[in-house]
């Protein structure tokens, strides 16, 4: 037999037209229907790497050979996770290193890699971060909502990443919560709506690269009820801080929680989100983590989800009973996927063991791993796992950050103005207040950190404070002093020789989950602000109080004493946005997503009867002047 060159014969295997490779394994065919490709590959797969596609680990305790040893479907970075260095070639290096291991499996599964992008690819130095949800929500413009999807999905595909853990579509009762800066509010109608143009963009966001491109996917979180726990009712110390709602009971009558919190998971279907997080929390006692009725009646059944189920961190153990019990109840209650990002070896082994003693049908597994299997042939990850090289150009560019610059704009609410706004050019402005000048301050949890970054302005190459942007926009013309803690000496201004306008940035210092929950009274502006105003009080004709927080805040007697009072909650990498509206060259159209108390002693939950809620109020829903 004349015996080809290797290199021909090579040639002319590698020509093999994909079809008859694919003939012989249809589940790689891209031309063949989904169902068709996930019920073809399924039946290939050995029950080990059924079950491997149901583990999640985190990069932090697994590598790509512990995850090609376990056929391991996803994996994570929990919050601040990131690889070294952390830059874009840095995430494409790592990626590459696990989809590489995927790919030397006997079937060849791509992996998918879940990182919570909440408001930008914010894990990254340099990205475009958006104001969080709080802001976004304020400025109840879906088309903007849209594109930070969007950007976000394009900011993250450089680096070969395409599962957001968001957004959040939690409505928030009880604004005392920790993470009711990363939501859209307490009302389920702009809940619903900007939550799903946040994942119609993100989701829709690689289109514009053309048909190879992967379809990335959002995730709606944490399903459900999150933002409905009564207060007090949960009660856990942890990372230095006690909880008090976090991971708590969502109470009362089945049929109104419902109404109240399912909408915006029915806008989340209807917008294709293809994956949701269950929440730590519990309805009516019983935890979401084993609530088939909830997981499966209604948000696959009802609303007709047919994406993948995801557990919270490690909230598996947080059920009743063995490990192994527990992996047992999550996965019968329709988990698919089991975010235990240390313990994957145990979950595979509590999985088999399920299986193996008839505790977990058989066809529970088959159904989420199809599940699973059905996203990932969704996404096109079997044909285009890597970067988008096209998009690297787009981190954050000029052309994202406008329009995070303009998010900003329109998430300001103005709460009081006494003549003290518009500022004018040429006016001598005092500026006091650590938070006009810090980006970890103005970007709050989940920026490069889990609970945010404190870092002297040097991690967030691009970004500008509130004083970067008032000393641009303002402009020669305009005399501005800045001092963190309002000490000016006399010859720049005093009582006597007052500069025109003061400007006083506080509000509240990062913070994620059960680390933010506050009481009401520590809702309140603390004795160091309230100093500072006074302290700066004399020394202008006009106090302008700029709040940078994640949420309202009592002001106590800083209403009184400020001329102008700006909700600016936390505006991320563009806090140059904030100027803009200060000095008058974009209106002030923000709107409150919250409502917002009037003191700690009075303070309602949004759900506390209407007559007591709206008494106990400063300023309702929806509020903001336009001037
Ligand atoms: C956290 C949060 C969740 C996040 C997940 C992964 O505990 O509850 O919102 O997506 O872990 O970081």
């Known amino acids: 037999m004349y015996r080809l060159p290797l290199r021909v014969l ?97 079937l060849g599964i791509p992996v998918l ?10 894990h990254l130095p340099g990205a475009t971060v958006f104001p969080q949800l709080v802001g976004m929500a304020a400025t109840r413009d879906e088309a903007l909502v849209r594109r930070a999807g969007e950007i976000t999905a394009r900011e993250m595909s450089a680096a070969a990443l395409y599962w957001t853990f968001g957004p959040m579509v939690s409505v928030v009762d009880d604004i005392r919560w920790g993470r009711s800066y990363e939501a859209f509010g307490e009302n389920t109608e702009l809940v619903s709506r900007l939550g799903a143009a946040f994942t119609e963009g993100f989701q829709g966001g690689l289109k514009v690269y053309g048909p190879k491109a992967v379809r990335p996917i959002a995730t709606a979180k944490h399903f459900i009820g999150d933002g409905g726990v009564a207060f007090g009712s949960s009660d856990f110390a942890m990372a230095g801080g006690r909880s008090k709602l976090d991971r708590g009971d969502t109470r009362g009558d089945n049929a109104a929680l419902l109404a109240r919190h399912l909408p915006p998971y029915k806008a989340q279907v209807d917008a294709g989100v293809r994956s949701v997080m269950a929440s730590f929390s519990s309805w009516n006692g019983t935890p979401m983590h084993a609530n088939p009725h909830l997981l499966n009646d209604v948000l696959r059944k009802q609303l007709g989800f047919t994406g993948l189920i995801v557990s919270d961190w490690e909230a598996v153990q947080l059920l009743p009973g063995s490990f192994d019990t527990q992996v047992a109840t999550a996965t019968n209650a329709g988990i698919d996927v089991l975010m235990e990002p240390q313990k994957t070896a145990e979950v595979l082994a509590a999985l088999r063991k399920g299986v193996t003693d008839k505790l977990i049908p058989q066809q529970r597994i088959d159904q989420a791993v199809s599940n699973i299997l059905r996203v990932k042939f969704e996404m096109g990850l079997f044909e285009h796992a890597g970067p988008v090289e096209a998009a690297q150009a787009g981190v954050g560019s000029a052309e994202h950050r406008q329009v995070a610059r303009e998010l900003v704009r329109k998430s300001l609410v103005l709460l009081k103005n006494d003549a003290a706004l518009p500022l004018k050019r040429k006016q001598h402005i005092l500026v006091a207040g650590e938070h006009a000048d810090d980006l970890g301050l103005q970007s709050g949890g989940w920026t490069l950190e889990w609970q945010g970054f404190f870092d002297n302005n040097t991690r967030l190459p691009g970004a500008t404070t509130i004083i970067d942007g008032l000393s641009n926009v303002g402009g020669a013309s305009t005399k501005i002093d800045f001092d963190p803690n309002g000490q000016f000496a006399k010859k720049v201004a005093s009582a006597a020789s ?31 602000d309230l100093a500072l105003i006074a302290r700066m009080r004399p020394l202008a004709r006009k106090l302008v109080l700029v709040l940078v927080s994640g949420r309202p805040l009592i002001l106590g007697d800083a209403l009184k004493k400020s001329d102008a009072v700006v909700a600016a909650w936390l505006p991320g990498s ?40 709206r008494a106990s109020l400063l300023f309702e829903v929806g509020y903001g002047l336009a001037k």
Request: zero cysteines; proline letters at 7%.
């Open 498 to 528: 007052p500069a025109d306008v003061a400007i006083v940035a506080v509000g509240e210092r990062p913070y994620s989950e059960w680390l933010g929950d506050r009481s009401a009274a520590e809702l309140s502006l603390s004795a160091d």
């Open 574 to 613: 563009e806090g140059a946005g904030v100027a803009d509206v200060l000095f008058g060259d974009a209106p002030f159209t923000g709107k409150l997503p919250y409502a917002w108390p009037k003191d700690a002693a009075s303070f309602k939950a949004a759900s506390a009867p209407a007559d007591e809620r």
């Open 113 to 122: 890699y879940g990182i919570d992008s909440t408001h930008g690819f914010a």
């Open 10 to 106: 090579a040639a002319g295997i590698l020509s093999t037209p994909l079809l008859s490779l694919a003939a012989e394994l249809p589940y790689r065919d891209p031309a063949l229907p989904v169902e068709q490709r996930v019920s073809d590959l399924l039946s290939r797969m050995t029950l080990d790497e059924k079950l491997g596609q149901m583990l999640m680990g985190a990069r932090d305790w697994v590598g790509p050979e512990q995850m090609k040893k376990l056929n391991m479907g996803t994996l994570l970075s929990g919050g601040g996770s990131v690889p070294r260095p952390n830059t874009v070639n840095g995430w494409v290096a790592m990626m590459k290193g696990y989809q590489d291991a995927a790919r030397s499996t006997r």
